[in-house]
């Protein structure tokens, strides 16, 4: 059994901020030189503030869609289920595979219908959720602080 993670708090006082830049893929170039230049890296931590919930639209839901990705969905379950039981087949494993895609598919389009009608039209869109940060905070526990600004060549940190 592994033992969970233990990682200080943020607002600790063991951590000092080396850089805050806006981009994570700028965060991830800090830590990476800092690899490069054998420092450290478990000292550093990348921290995400002004975090906010941001929803892209992928396109709308219609019930020709929604029966088709309750198939698509259902069809890979059957798949799965169909694989397992072919395992223990005596005959052709591969009959009992079709059918357990077909029988997945078509539960996965009703499920799919019924469930799209259940909104009512209230969600009548696809959608994936996410997180982004306003700025990303590249901290370094205090005691290794100066020698990570050394690595980097830059200013020394401010406190």
């Known amino acids: 059994m592994s033992q969970p993670?233990?990682?200080?708090?943020?607002?600790?006082?063991n951590y000092r901020v080396l850089r805050t830049v806006p981009t994570y893929d700028e965060a991830q170039r800090i830590v990476d030189s800092l690899s490069?230049?054998?420092f450290p890296v478990e000292h550093v931590r990348v921290v995400g503030t002004g975090l906010r919930s941001v929803?892209?639209?992928t396109g709308r839901l219609t019930n020709g869609r929604a029966a088709l990705y309750g198939?698509?969905?259902?069809?890979?379950?059957?798949?799965?289920?169909g694989l397992?039981?072919?395992i223990f087949t005596v005959g052709s494993w591969?009959?009992?595979?079709?059918w357990g895609v077909l029988l997945g598919a078509f539960w996965g389009l009703l499920f799919g219908l019924v469930g799209h009608a259940a909104t009512g039209g209230r969600r009548d869109f696809r959608s994936v959720q996410g997180f982004e940060a306003?700025?990303?905070?590249v901290?370094?526990?205090?005691?290794y602080i100066d020698e990570a600004a050394t690595k980097l060549g830059g200013a020394r940190p401010t406190a």
């Not at 993670?5 to 006082?13: V, Y």
């Not at 901290?139 to 005691?143: D, I, K, N, R, S």
């Open 84 to 86: 397992l039981l072919g």
């Open 139 to 143: 901290l370094v526990e205090a005691e």
């Open 55 to 57: 929803e892209q639209v």
């Open 36 to 38: 490069d230049a054998q």
């Open 94 to 98: 591969f009959a009992v595979v079709l």
């Open 71 to 81: 198939a698509a969905s259902g069809a890979w379950l059957g798949l799965f289920v």
């Open 5 to 13: 993670s233990r990682i200080p708090p943020t607002t600790s006082g």
């Open 134 to 137: 306003e700025a990303y905070d």
